[in-house]
């Protein structure tokens, strides 16, 4: 079946420049969550969705992070006024909701360059 | 001090090794214990997963949690080239993950 798919692959933008980067989770997940995965660190965790809200947007590490989920399905990230230090992977993963353990499928993930 | 440290690598070994992978955690509310294996340029996807201390097998994969001294490992057995990859270990509770940074892992023909 079709997994978790993310758009686009790689992005290369000039700093400044606001990205969107899209996420399409597995169908009938209800949980979406963003990471963002740096060379020689591990997953950071940046937000999560139950359905359109999301409870916990404590990772997001500035304002000019945000992100949206609509339908309870696609979540699109957006970095306004992209840094350099925002290169990395942005990961996107979701899980069914249900149950006490929930696996989290993850995407590919979208390469982010600022230059 | 981090959520959750893990041994950096990169780690090479000969084919047929016995691979030993490991991480400690510092929050003891934490109630799962992960492990996901990344290959390049993928996504993480999850190996094995566990509630309480001791062994769980899988093949040739064993994990390993000792919660009195918050200890994790994972061990690969007979280990292959198609191993050679990114291990991830993970704990949390909830919908809360806290991921280490990964041991690269290169199994040599």
């Known amino acids: 079946g079709a997994g978790v798919s993310q758009s686009p692959s790689n992005k290369v933008t000039e700093k400044g420049k606001d990205v969107e980067l899209r996420c399409d989770p597995i169908s009938g997940h209800t949980a979406l969550y963003w990471y963002r995965q740096s060379l020689g660190q591990g997953l950071e965790f940046l937000i999560y969705f139950q359905g359109n809200s999301a409870p916990d947007k404590s990772g997001l590490p500035s304002d000019r992070f945000s992100a949206e989920r609509t339908g309870g399905s696609v979540s699109t990230l957006t970095i306004q006024r992209t840094q350099q230090e925002d290169s990395a992977v942005y990961l996107c993963a979701s899980s069914s909701g249900t149950g006490v353990f929930r696996e989290q499928y993850f995407g590919p993930g979208t390469r982010l360059t600022v230059t | 001090q981090k959520e959750v440290e893990q041994d950096p690598g990169p780690l090479s070994v000969p084919e047929g090794a016995i691979v030993s992978l490991n991480c400690t955690y510092s929050n003891s509310a934490f109630q799962y214990f992960m492990w996901y294996r990344q290959y390049s340029r993928k996504g993480p996807e999850l190996l094995m997963y566990t509630y309480s201390s001791g062994n769980k097998e899988d093949g040739r994969f064993t994990a390993q949690v000792d919660k009195s001294s918050k200890y994790i490992s994972l061990f690969i057995r007979d280990s292959q080239p198609s191993d050679s990859a990114t291990y991830l270990c993970?704990?949390?509770?909830?919908?809360?993950?806290?991921f280490g940074p990964g041991t690269r892992l290169s199994v040599l023909p």
């Open positions: 993970a704990t949390g509770w909830g919908q809360n993950f806290v």
